[in-house]
């Protein structure tokens, strides 16, 4: 049902004659692909300093919140400037994205990000006067910012693997893979 309601909307994105310009025009995809890579260069540059202080593994003499504080800004930018830009990738070529295995991890993997950012982001402010000037921040928060590291790398890795199709529809797969990967057409032949 869901693998329906997906494929249903991406193949409306797929109808509209913006996707069609951006996946067809000589240039703007590749500068939407760019646009994307540069900011999540800068997005998770200022998020790995801001784990690895919070991991007790770098700058462990500035204080917590000063690095938190300064790097927050640019972060938030690039990181917006990344979720639109991802967003217009996905609308240039939604059908084949949608059916993508990959994509649909690293839909999971960018929820489980969030969320973890959410409650770690909580837990640091409202804890952050405690243990500000310490070497090793509590426990709680390493793992939060181990976790951190953890689900954008497989982000990363994943958003990486969209662009091969090791697990296209067209391929003959499994039915779990079929499952997986939302090929509702494939999965229809096999009932």
């Given at each position: 049902?869901?693998?329906?309601?997906?494929?249903?909307?991406?193949?409306?994105?797929?109808?509209?004659?913006?996707?069609?310009?951006?996946?067809?025009?000589?240039?703007l995809y590749s500068w939407i692909e760019t646009t994307?890579?540069?900011?999540?260069?800068?997005?998770?540059?200022?998020?790995?300093?801001?784990?690895?202080?919070?991991?007790g593994w770098a700058f462990d003499k500035v204080p917590?919140?000063?690095?938190?504080?300064?790097?927050?800004?640019?972060?938030?930018?690039?990181?917006?400037?990344?979720?639109?830009?991802?967003?217009?990738?996905?609308?240039?070529?939604?059908?084949r994205t949608t059916q993508s295995i990959w994509f649909?991890?690293?839909?999971?993997?960018?929820?489980?990000?969030?969320?973890?950012?959410?409650?770690?982001?909580?837990?640091?402010?409202?804890?952050?006067?405690?243990?500000?000037?310490?070497?090793?921040?509590?426990?709680?928060?390493?793992?939060?910012?181990?976790?951190?590291?953890?689900?954008?790398?497989?982000?990363?890795?994943?958003?990486?693997?969209?662009?091969?199709?090791?697990?296209?529809?067209?391929?003959?797969?499994?039915?779990?893979?079929?499952?997986?990967?939302?090929?509702?057409?494939?999965?229809?032949?096999?009932?």
């Amino acid at each position: 049902m869901l693998n329906e309601i997906l494929l249903s909307l991406a193949r409306w994105l797929d109808s509209q004659s913006w996707s069609t310009q951006i996946h067809e025009s000589i240039y703007l995809y590749s500068w939407i692909e760019t646009t994307h890579v540069l900011s999540l260069m800068i997005f998770l540059g200022m998020l790995c300093v801001i784990d690895l202080r919070m991991l007790g593994w770098a700058f462990d003499k500035v204080p917590a919140s000063t690095i938190a504080n300064r790097l927050d800004k640019p972060m938030m930018i690039g990181f917006a400037i990344m979720l639109i830009s991802g967003f217009l990738l996905y609308y240039a070529i939604p059908v084949r994205t949608t059916q993508s295995i990959w994509f649909r991890t690293k839909v999971i993997l960018l929820i489980l990000a969030g969320i973890n950012a959410f409650l770690f982001r909580a837990k640091m402010q409202a804890s952050a006067s405690s243990w500000d000037l310490d070497p090793i921040p509590p426990k709680r928060i390493r793992v939060g910012a181990g976790l951190s590291l953890l689900l954008w790398s497989g982000v990363v890795i994943t958003g990486r693997a969209i662009a091969y199709d090791w697990f296209d529809c067209r391929r003959e797969l499994p039915y779990v893979m079929y499952w997986a990967a939302g090929c509702v057409d494939e999965m229809a032949a096999f009932q």
